[in-house]
T-cell receptor, first 112, second 114 residues
Framework: KAGVTQTPRYLIKTRGQQVTLSCSPI?????VSWYQQTPGQGLQFLFE???????NKGNFPGRFSGRQFSNSRSEMNVSTLELGDSALYLC???????????FGPGTRLTVL | AQSVTQLGSHVSVSEGALVLLRCNYS??????LFWYVQYPNQGLQLLLK??????LVKGINGFEAEFKKSETSFHLTKPSAHMSDAAEYFC????????????FGEGTQLTVNP
């Protein structure tokens, strides 16, 4: 069974731009979560989607948003990029929200 | 609120020596506990998971962890380190009521010396 896939793997943007990251979960998984990983803050939870509904949201500004489609694929969007948004963004999927999560390889975002 | 503390941001062992990575958690309800490993430029790979079925949990690659409620600990061990174990290790906690939300520790970078 294919794992979680994330596209693109690497992205370079400039301050003020917006960016959209994509995540395709493992087949049959309906829950998708997003995490931000930075050297300073570590791994932080962004949000969780299940059956196209946002169930949980971390402590991030409104510039960070996401959505989930009927096929369980998910996207996250960051508007008005700041230098501090440079990070590895990880997506994880599970069958249900309380089940074990499996992570994708991440998207490395660099904001210049 | 749940939280995780990993003692030691860097641990160095010799090949063949015991690996011990420490994790203490805080949770108001019975927790789910996890250990993940991250190799450079990769995502997180699940090593093992505790869900109250047994206090000693065996994972992949020879790793195991023991849940000790009285000590609120979930330390990760491996009897004999291999060079390929060099990576960053993360302890994480979640609760039934928090859905898939994982709270991670700061991570421990494991170095294995030949």
């Amino acid at each position: 069974k294919a794992g979680v896939t994330q596209t693109p793997r690497y992205l370079i943007k400039t301050r003020g731009q917006q960016v959209t990251l994509s995540c395709s979960p493992i087949s049959g998984h309906r829950s998708v979560s997003w995490y931000q990983q930075t050297p300073g803050q570590g791994l932080q939870f962004l949000f969780e989607y299940f059956s196209e509904t946002q169930r949980n949201k971390g402590n991030f500004p409104g510039r960070f948003s996401g959505r989930q489609f009927s096929n369980s694929r998910s996207e996250m969007n960051v508007s008005t990029l700041e230098l501090g948004d440079s990070a590895l963004y990880l997506c994880a999927s599970s069958t249900y929200p309380t089940d074990t999560q499996y992570f994708g390889p991440g998207t490395r975002l660099t904001v210049l | 609120a749940q939280s995780v503390t990993q003692l030691g941001s860097h641990v160095s062992v010799s090949e063949g020596a015991l690996v011990l990575l420490r994790c203490n958690y805080s949770s108001s309800v019975p927790p789910y506990l996890f250990w993940y490993v991250q190799y450079p430029n990769q995502g997180l790979q699940l090593l093992l998971k505790y869900t109250s079925a047994a206090t000693l949990v065996k994972g992949i690659n020879g790793f195991e962890a023991e849940f000790k409620k009285s000590e609120t600990s979930f330390h990760l061990t491996k009897p004999s380190a291999h060079m390929s174990d060099a990576a960053e290790y993360f302890c994480a906690v979640s609760e039934e009521t928090s859905g898939s939300r994982l709270t991670f520790g700061e991570g421990t970078q494991l170095t294995v010396n030949p």
